[in-house]
């Protein structure tokens, strides 16, 4: 159930707005990612009494910059909101390494265990990565259509974290600390 939940709060949002942009434009895309956003924070909540942050976090963004889309009828905040997600999660894996907190440890230690030195080069990966993701939307919703922006959100960007994520495989396993063996 737990999996099953976390790819409804990841995806479900993101389906609405796809869905919605194709039938009622951008603003209801915007309207229906803002309801769909809700609506996965509070099964959560239901289901596991607790909201993980980063899901909270940009639920925020997406009820403050869908907000002001909605309220100014302008597009550009929607199309900001990835950018603002992208340089916050690449802030946060900087300043977690520069203090000797490693955030990716506390998500994906459970599957994996690294030496420090992996843990930050892993961050710093990241933090490169999500910071050319900024880059790369901006440069997509200010030269493109809205409807190549809306494209390139739902697949692009899933499709670029994916291949980074595959790319980073050979690095873990580097980095890995070996099992000790009974």
């Known amino acids: 159930m737990k999996a099953q939940l976390k790819a409804i709060v990841d995806y479900g949002p993101l389906a609405a707005f796809l869905v919605a942009y194709y039938l009622g434009g951008i603003m209801a895309a915007t309207a229906a990612v803002m309801v769909a956003t809700v609506a996965v924070l509070v099964l959560a909540w239901v289901v596991e009494r607790r909201l993980a942050t980063m899901p909270l976090v940009t639920g925020a963004i997406v009820l ?12 550009t905040f ?3 909101k990835p950018t603002l997600v992208y340089l916050l999660f690449a802030a946060v894996l900087v ?3 520069l203090v000797g907190r490693h955030p990716l440890k506390l998500i994906m230690g459970g599957f994996m265990n690294l030496t420090e030195q992996g843990w930050r080069g892993l961050a710093h990966r990241w933090a490169g990565f999500f910071l050319a993701m900024a880059a790369l939307n901006e440069l997509v919703w200010r030269t493109q259509t809205t409807e190549l922006w809306v494209n390139f959100k739902v697949f692009g960007l899933i499709a670029l974290t994916v291949a980074f994520t595959i790319a980073q ?5 580097r980095h890995a600390v070996p099992e000790q063996g009974g």
């Open 64 to 75: 403050v910059f869908g907000g002001l889309t909605l309220l100014l009828e302008d597009d």
């Open 78 to 80: 929607i199309k900001m």
């Open 95 to 97: 300043v977690g390494s």
């Open 169 to 173: 495989l050979p690095y873990m396993r």
